[in-house]
């Protein structure tokens, strides 16, 4: 999948005469896979198109492309940064995906003198007494949204209608300043039980035409079609059809006060992460390698946690059950968790039954501070219920220095204990 920019110079400022409305404003995020598209190289001419006019292929309709063999590339939106709220610069042209999923965006603001006066006798400049310089913004985005079907054969981690349920299979406890908080694994379970079978396919059911008035489109396999939803919930108005889709589990971790309160929820994030690490084995189960074969049923199912306290700071490990491994993040700040890293002992270029194929399907995870360590280093025991095996894990601090400051700036690593090189000196 590849991400680009389009957008105008029309801006949100302080001035309501110069400021554009948001509605107005084109500032957007488009994906695109080269995949299916004619590649051009050696038809890339003028085409008669009827009439003795004569086009290029950048000059032609879609039908005339089709006639002429060229499957353009198709693009979809992938996210709005008006609406999103960053709206306030011009001209938008510094775009990166972070390892979490999030996307980081910055505007070229001309180093601040586009508009000045040049002397051309001494060929210095003085800003014009109209202009106003444009600061540098960064924008961080973080993207809502699961991949919703097993049938699509790409990765679509978008927002679709339909409401997780938390339904932890792990549940952890820390404190920072005094202030106790709950984390907890979001994994999500059904009942399945002689005459009750909770799931069903969202294509089975009958939607509110008044809820989803799309519905007919949501239902096919390419979208929800395939997803697992809960029939217990959701016929709010008891009429027989659906006015809301519930899928258990939330493909996340989420941080909560103890008296209940939404601190901090993951989203998207473990979904997108291992879709960067591991795009072609993207929601592959643990007993197969199939590519999106969970995205219909709780995609990775984060399901073991452990919860510690390295060098001062507060780090949270989650363990994925269906694509494997172990996410680390800091969660010093409990509303603000920072992402650390994801690492995944598993190799998915041999089949699943092979002995070489690493772990598969972690379960239970355990953290051993340093003082009670044998090795006197903090520890990261995992149990994998797949694979039937027990993999310790050695958790590294790197110190580093950022420019300007005189404390040493601390990430946690998560090292395999046997025989992976230190990542501290990378």
Avoid at 201 to 230: E, H
Wanted: hydrophobic fraction near 35%; charge should be negative; glycine fraction near 10%.
């Amino acid at each position: 999948m590849l991400l680009a920019l389009e957008r105008d110079d029309d801006s949100i400022t302080d001035d309501a005469a110069s400021s554009d409305p948001v509605t107005t404003i084109t500032k957007k995020i488009y994906r695109f896979a080269l995949t299916g598209a004619t590649d051009i190289t050696a038809v890339d001419r003028l085409y008669d198109v009827g009439g003795g006019v004569m086009k290029s292929l950048d000059q032609m309709t879609m039908t005339e492309l089709a006639a002429a063999g060229v499957v353009p590339v198709a693009k979809s939106l992938e996210v709005d940064l008006a609406a999103a709220g960053y709206a306030s610069v011009q001209k938008v042209e510094g775009l990166a995906l972070l390892d979490d999923g999030r996307l980081a965006v910055v505007n070229d603001n001309d180093f601040q003198v586009a508009g000045i006066s040049i002397d051309s006798t001494t060929g210095t400049f003085t800003r014009l007494p109209s202009y106003r310089a444009e600061s540098t913004v960064l924008g961080l985005i973080t993207l809502p949204g699961l991949d919703a079907s097993d049938s699509d054969s790409r990765i679509n981690i978008r927002p679709w209608p339909v409401l997780g349920m938390y339904q932890p299979d792990s549940i952890g406890h820390y404190s920072v300043r005094g202030r106790s908080y709950l984390v907890t694994a979001n994994e999500g379970d059904a009942r399945d039980w002689p005459g009750l079978k909770e799931e069903e396919r969202v294509r089975s059911l009958t939607l509110d035409p008044t809820a989803f008035p799309d519905g007919t489109a949501l239902k096919s396999t390419a979208n929800l079609g395939r997803l697992n939803v809960t029939k217990s919930l959701g016929d709010t108005d008891g009429d027989g059809d659906y006015d809301a889709l519930y899928t258990p589990g939330g493909r996340s971790f989420t941080i909560w006060s103890t008296s209940g309160e939404l601190v901090f929820d993951s989203g998207s994030a473990l979904e997108r992460i291992t879709a960067i690490a591991d795009p072609a084995f993207f929601n592959a189960s643990n007993d197969n390698n199939n590519f999106d074969d969970r995205s219909d049923n709780k995609g990775p199912e984060p399901e073991g946690l452990a919860l510690g306290e390295i060098g001062g700071r507060s780090y949270a490990f989650i363990g994925l059950e269906r694509t494997g491994g172990i996410v680390a993040y800091d969660v010093t700040s409990p509303a603000n968790p920072l992402f650390v890293d994801y690492v995944n002992n598993r190799d998915f270029s041999v089949p699943v039954s092979s002995p070489d194929a690493g772990d598969r399907g972690p379960e239970g995870v355990l953290f051993i501070p340093a003082i009670a360590s044998p090795t006197f280093s903090p520890l990261l025991v995992v149990t994998n219920e797949t694979s039937g095996n027990l993999t310790t894990y050695a958790v590294q601090i790197c110190s580093r220095k950022r420019r300007g400051e005189g404390a040493g700036w601390l990430r946690g690593w998560l090292g395999h204990r046997f025989g992976w090189d230190s990542r501290c000196g990378r």
